[in-house]
């Protein structure tokens, strides 16, 4: 499985960005997905996740009201949207395929290689 994060950038403060993360080599509607960031310094953080149905949504309080994850199966993709954005949100966002526990924020068994968000204040 391969996962391919994109839509990172530079944005200001307050603005908006929508990442996708596209996923081939294996059925993508069998995989739960979820989207993790590592701020500079900091380690991995939960962001957000995603059922295969697209039916049930978890988002952590970092994000949790400024955050839409989604997904569309035919197109083998998911996507974050992030909305209200602060410099606090800069970090490398990684998208992951899988989980191996119940608790979706810990382990994934497919990650991708991440894009950076950028925030100015």
């Known amino acids: 499985v391969q996962l391919q994060a994109s839509g990172g950038g530079l944005v200001q403060a307050g603005g908006s960005l929508r990442l996708s993360c596209a996923v081939s080599?294996?059925?993508?509607?069998?995989?739960?997905m979820g989207w993790f960031r590592q701020a500079p310094g900091k380690g991995r953080e939960f962001v957000s996740a995603?059922?295969?149905?697209?039916?049930?949504?978890y988002y952590s309080d970092l994000v949790k009201g400024r955050g839409t994850i989604s997904r569309d199966n035919a197109k083998n993709t998911v996507y974050l949207q992030m909305n209200s954005l602060k410099p606090e949100d800069t970090a490398v966002y990684y998208c992951?395929?899988?989980?191996?526990?119940?608790?979706?924020?810990?382990?994934?068994?497919?990650w991708g290689q991440g894009t950076l968000v950028t925030v100015s204040s």
């Open positions: 995603i059922d295969r149905s697209g039916e049930i949504t």
């Open positions: 080599g294996r059925t993508f509607s069998v995989y739960d």
């Open positions: 992951a395929a899988d989980p191996t526990t119940t608790d979706w924020s810990k382990g994934y068994s497919f």
